[in-house]
């Protein structure tokens, strides 16, 4: 899989991407992600990538020519899957559309800056738009950042202990059992009984009990929407 990340501080990338489970996978060649600077797409002295937004409303806005520029040069080296705009007014990052995402070939993430890129980019470049959550950051780098994490643990092999990620909290339409390690005895507080009985058919529906009841307890539409047999993933 490849992942190619358009963006006017790709300073914001360099510690995300290269630690942990992303930077082991990039290094096995599991993924590959390229951060690509968006000013190596603009032609004056300045390397001018913004300009002041039409209208009344103060800020500046990512122009259009080197975004284009720089997506049509990178389309000719090989088709995206989808080109994802980083946006708050985008569908929210869940884990469905992680998992689909996961399964794509080669994807261009677009990240904003200032008051966002012109619309046009939107209209005819853009296939997706994507939120990390309803809140407003600075810049898409991080939202990006997030997302290539998130994709990147679904990859056969990413994580070392490949079931580990089927059980993580959404992926069965519920939030994960709690997990303990030893010692058995900390401070007094003990863990619970079933699961140092190493009888692993008891420990599997002690965990699906406990899941049912945080989710219902701290996700009650997640809770209704698995009652109904809705779960997507
Ligand atoms: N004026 C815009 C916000 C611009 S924030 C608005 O009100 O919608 C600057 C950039 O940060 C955006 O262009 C986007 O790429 C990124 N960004 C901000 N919040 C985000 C979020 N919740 N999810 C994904 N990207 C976000």
Not at 15 to 39: Q, T, Y
């Amino acid at each position: 899989m490849r992942i190619d990340i358009l963006t006017v501080l790709p300073e914001l990338l360099a510690g995300p991407l290269d630690h942990s489970i992303v930077g082991r996978a990039r290094k096995a060649g599991l993924v590959e992600v390229n951060v690509i600077p968006l000013r190596n797409y603009t032609h004056d002295r300045w390397r001018t990538v913004d300009d002041y937004a039409y209208g009344p409303d103060a800020g500046m806005v990512l122009k259009p020519e080197p975004i284009f520029e720089a997506v049509e040069a990178l389309q000719a080296e090989g088709a995206y899957d989808e080109v994802i705009y980083t946006s708050p007014d985008g569908e929210l990052l869940t884990q469905p559309l992680t998992n689909a995402l996961s399964l794509k070939g080669r994807l261009l993430i677009l990240c904003g800056h200032y008051k966002g890129v012109d619309h046009r980019v939107r209209e005819h470049l853009v296939t997706r738009e994507v939120s990390i959550g309803d809140y407003v950051l600075s810049g898409g780098e991080l939202a990006a950042a997030v997302m290539v994490d998130a994709i990147t643990r679904l990859i056969p092999g990413a994580i070392g202990d490949e079931t580990s990620a089927l059980t993580d909290s959404f992926q069965d339409g519920l939030l994960a059992p709690p997990a303990y390690t030893r010692p058995a005895n900390f401070r007094g507080w003990g863990v619970p009984e079933v699961l140092v009985s190493g009888n692993f058919p008891v420990i599997a529906q002690w965990q699906h009990e406990q899941a049912l009841e945080r989710t219902k307890r701290l996700r009650p539409e997640l809770y209704k929407r698995y009652e109904r047999g809705e779960c997507d993933t």
